[in-house]
């Protein structure tokens, strides 16, 4: 008895949300014709926009400087002997990783730009 209770009960609430809907259409395209302005003559107007799109940041200057200082402490150790062979290793690595940070940003910069065209309808003047 519940389930065809509730069956009846559905089935009066789908006729009362479609019968109200078929009312509010009718409505609002009377409204709508109303509503209508003047036609305005018109014409496209586009235009080229430039978009930077924002890539991971910093993963590319990350490794560039990693292996930018591995390479240079590996170069910095085959110079000189005893305490200036650890000199050498330092300032290698110091100057790798700078090197190798700067070579990934130019070569893999974190932003990327392009550009769409975009075109909306202006009034003929």
């Known amino acids: 008895m519940n389930n065809v209770m ?4 559905g089935g009066a ?11 509010f259409a009718n409505r609002s395209s009377d409204e709508s014709e109303a509503a209508k302005p003047q036609q305005v003559a018109t014409k496209t107007v586009c235009s080229e926009e430039r ?4 890539k991971e940041w910093g993963v590319n200057s990350v490794v560039g400087t990693v292996l930018g200082g591995a390479a240079g402490g590996a170069l910095g ?3 000189g002997g005893g305490s200036g062979k650890d000199i050498a290793t330092g300032v290698g690595v110091v100057g790798g990783a700078y090197a190798g940070n700067k070579i ?4 893999f910069p974190d932003q990327e730009v392009s550009y769409r065209q ?3 309808e202006v ?3």
């Open 6 to 9: 509730a069956g009846l009960i």
């Open 13 to 23: 609430a789908a006729v009362a949300v479609g019968a109200s809907a078929l009312v």
């Open 51 to 54: 978009v930077v799109t924002k």
């Open 77 to 79: 150790h085959q110079i």
């Open 104 to 107: 990934a940003k130019n070569k």
């Open 118 to 120: 975009r075109c909306r």
């Open 123 to 125: 009034p003929v003047s």
